[in-house]
């Protein structure tokens, strides 16, 4: 927002130089970047943050001057006298959306004569950078930079059949508008018609054929509110950008209206001459109601960590506009004026009278209390997990939650349900939750193949969305995809489970189902459990147009918090040698390690201190359906040494408890 030094003081009293208003004005809230010298007078650029739309005229800039130094607001007068002959003889207006336009005003002038504006006024847009046209548009660019409402002028005389609609374009619509750019419209695009075709792209820019030119006569002047959001698209898809736009996009005053327009068809009579019909067009959607909030004295000074007197606050307030409803003990009844839509918390009327008292008027207290928060049980877990996995080399990688519709995305290990379709996708070849973060690794191991790294180790933890009865069931998964082959990440697995604390055995089953065969290769795939609680899947991936084998694991990383446990237990070493006994049974084929190891866990032997699985053997001296699988036990006493004959005792009970429940034999050669 640039504006004029001199125009400013045209409105408010100060006797400051360029720099200290500036100065003052960054104090406040409205940094000011440049201060840049044009003639006699100075251009200040002013940086408006998008709520405080009430700063992008002069006159706003001046209501924050006028509180800070204490002066007062000196509004521009707008006299004017009018013919009698009313409005509605010359021009009809309809509104056809009333949510989109909430407000249109509209005057006529007519004998007019269009010319060069005069010399001051165009001394004050050059100011500001804005170029002089002639007197109609330069008066409506003058009015719109003092107010920061923005007007448009159209030529009455080319308007068709004397009518302005507001309303939505239609098929087949297009407009060139008055920088010669020409649009094709869209059916959600507002602009002012009239009898016959688009005359402007509403909030945006006025069209050609109807702008004002030397041999203009008479002139309609629009002055309305548009929806904010409704500007914003339009103007991103038309690429048409304007100072109008600019203002609509971020809210202009809904009550400021008539004044913009009465000042502007004011200056016109004094500088174009001509008559101004009876009356003016208003056509609303409905009754501005004002905003009432109560401002604590006590929250003021909680907040703001200082003593402000509440005759100090309710002045400030009054000196930017703030009506004071009541004023009862330690409550301020107060109502927001029209202009400023971003007030409409207590906490922002804290603010108000904290910029304007003067941050640097706060004390600041240099003992600040730090204290930690204590991290809870997920997070410990997610970090350990995250400083096990990076420690071994791993990359963290994040995905996006939302995926495409593809065969792969739509893999389901957690549910038999199909996955969660979003209604309104930002982008439509993507428009559905994930079910798993498996697919999205696999495309990052493609990206990176496709760029020249081959091998890669990665994983992520994040949350996959289930179907749920109304709401997603949100499942927190860690994804390992890694080039290593099936066992080594089975073994890294299970020494993230150990490093976890979850003692308990895993189980490690081949029955993955049909939809982990989507992802796993049949013959090198497992389906994780923790006793009777599913962990995850593990597999050797399927071809992914690597040289290198790639081996995937997805885990619920819910179960494996609830599982942890980081309670250590010490128990002193055993001074008694240990005694290691290798076995060698043979089973039927369908028992799994894991099966035989929970046989021989549950012996009642309190010897016996490890047991380790180091072979399986399928050959001529192994019967057919069976397989050997041999094994290493180790016994040890922390009491004493044990004796051959007791290691022997507990091998045999070990041995017959095997053939009793799995018929187990001892291989003999």
Known sequence: MKISYSWLKEYVDFCLSPQELADKLTNVGLVVADIKPVEDDFCLDIEVTSNRSDCLGIIGIAREVAAAVGGSLHSPETPFVTANTEISKFIDITVEEPILCPRYTARVIRQITVGHSPEWIQKRLKCIGLRPVNNIVDITNYVMMETGQPLHAFDLDKLTEQKIIVRKARSGDEIVVINGARRALFHDMLVIADGRRPVAVAGIMGGKETEVSESTKSVLLECAQFEPRQVRRTSRALGIASDSSYRFERGTDPEGLDHALQ????????????????????????????????????????????????????????????????????????????????????????????????????????????????????????????????????????????VDISPLQSVNLWSDRVGIDIVNPLRQEESRLRTSLLPSLIKTKRYNMNHGTEQIKIFEIAKVYLAGDKLPDEKTCLSILADVDFFALKGIVESLLLNLGIVSGSEWRGDIGVIGLKLFKNEKSAKISLGEEPLGFLGEAKELGSKISSCMVELDMDLLVEKTNFTKKYRPLSQYPPVFRDLAIIVNETHTWDYIEKCIRNTPVNCLREINFFDVYRGKQVPAGKKSVAFNLCFQDHDRTLTSEEVDNAQQIILASLHKTLGADLRKA
């Open 263 to 402: 000042r502007a068809i004011s200056l016109i009579k004094d500088y174009a001459g001509g008559e101004i019909a009876s009356g003016a067009i208003d056509i609303r959607a409905g009754r501005y109601e004002a905003k009432k909030i109560t401002l604590r004295v006590e929250r003021l000074r909680k907040v703001l960590g200082v003593e402000i007197k509440r005759d100090v606050a309710i002045d400030i307030l009054k000196k930017l506009q703030f009506t004071i409803l009541n004023d009862i003990d330690n409550f301020i009844d107060v109502e927001v004026p029209s202009f400023r839509g971003d007030a409409y918390r207590e906490i922002d009327l804290i603010e108000e009278v904290a910029r304007i008292y003067g941050y640097n008027n706060i004390p600041t207290r240099t003992s600040i209390t730090v204290r930690g928060s204590a991290k809870n049980k997920y997070e410990i877990v997610e970090n350990t997990t995250r400083q096990f996995l990076t420690s071994l080399g791993f990359y963290e990688v994040k995905t996006f939650s939302i």
